[in-house]
């Protein structure tokens, strides 16, 4: 099993992400850490714990970054998840609460007693594994592996032009991961972009786990419309699913070794890069995937749930 930790900022596919992680029996799930990017980040600690106690895990959540390391805080755009993450069900408030240490702390401590073990999965914004790399020199070494729901290296982005939304909303902090050394992996827009979830396949999710299932299907509506309206698509992607998979199932996805930097200024904001001639150590990018596997998985270890 992988021992795993998801940063996250719940969000609609950050849902299906941290489910899939619950009902999979390769993943030995040791927490939370939260971060703003689909909502602020204490609706995402509330989304989380909410999501963990839906689960029936009893395991700790950890309240991240509320600010980008260098960018100005932004309010997060709710058409995608809804003003609270997860379209349009409604805020609810969670029975337990987050631990008494921080994100940042919490992953050195955790990759420490973990040593060459943990993998870190960040299905949101980068920063407080930015932070967990400045904090401790030990980190980067201390991981398993960094596997990013973020990027894109020929798909162009999604929430500009150039861009993909985790990258976008803190790209000083991917830049730092990116250059850290640490055994990055990055599943980006070219490999999500691949794997579609459509209104029926929910349909069958919500068939066979009604109570967790349920949820997800319910929640689907209002981010399938968004991707109807916006790409014109019948289906959403499954990106952060994909990051999770990406961890447990690694041969399901062509890799492209490759050093990258990400564009900090300007109309390319966000962007990242192949860097050939860039000293930094190299990323492996996932530039292929086998899109009907792994989202048979998704399909069959959800249906594993209440
Ligand atoms: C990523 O951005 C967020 O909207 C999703 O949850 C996912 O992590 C996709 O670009
Ligand atoms: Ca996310």
Do not use: W
Not at 48 to 70: K, Q, W
Not at 180 to 201: E, F, P, Q, Y
């Amino acid at each position: 099993t992988v021992k795993m930790i998801i940063d996250t900022d719940p969000g609609i596919d950050d849902a299906m992400a941290i489910f899939y992680a619950a009902a999979a029996p390769e993943v030995e799930l040791l927490g939370l850490t939260t971060v703003f990017g689909n909502v602020s980040t204490p609706t995402a600690t509330r989304n989380a714990l909410r999501l963990l106690e839906a689960t029936g895990l009893d395991l700790p959540v950890a309240h991240g970054a509320e600010t980008p390391l260098a960018l100005p805080p932004f309010t997060p755009s709710a058409h995608v998840h809804g003003d609270e993450g997860f379209g349009d069900i409604p805020a609810a408030t969670p029975k337990h609460q987050q631990i008494d240490e921080d994100a940042t702390e919490f992953l050195c401590r955790m990759a420490r007693e973990h040593k060459g073990e943990l993998v870190v999965c960040p299905i949101g914004p980068l920063t407080n594994i930015a932070h967990a790399i400045q904090r401790d020199p030990e980190f980067a070494k201390n991981v398993a592996r960094i596997v990013i729901m973020g990027g894109s290296l020929h798909e162009g982005g999604n929430i500009t032009p150039h861009a993909e939304a985790n990258i976008y909303h803190d790209p000083h902090a991917a830049d730092v991961v990116f250059s850290s050394g640490a055994n990055v992996v990055m599943v980006g827009l070219d490999v999500t972009h691949r794997i579609l979830c459509t209104k029926s396949d929910f349909s069958a999710i919500a068939a066979q786990s009604p109570e967790l299932g349920g949820m997800l299907q319910q929640m689907s509506v209002f981010y399938l419309k968004f991707y109807e309206s916006v790409d014109k698509l019948d289906g959403c992607s499954l990106h952060d699913p994909a990051a999770v998979i990406a961890c447990t199932h690694p041969q399901l996805f062509t890799t492209l070794s490759t050093p990258l930097r990400v564009s900090c200024e300007g109309e390319t904001s966000g962007a990242t890069l192949a860097a050939p001639d860039n000293k930094r150590p190299p990323v492996d990018v996932c530039i292929d995937v086998q899109s009907s596997e792994v989202k048979s998985l998704f399909l069959k270890r959800l249906a594993l749930l209440p």
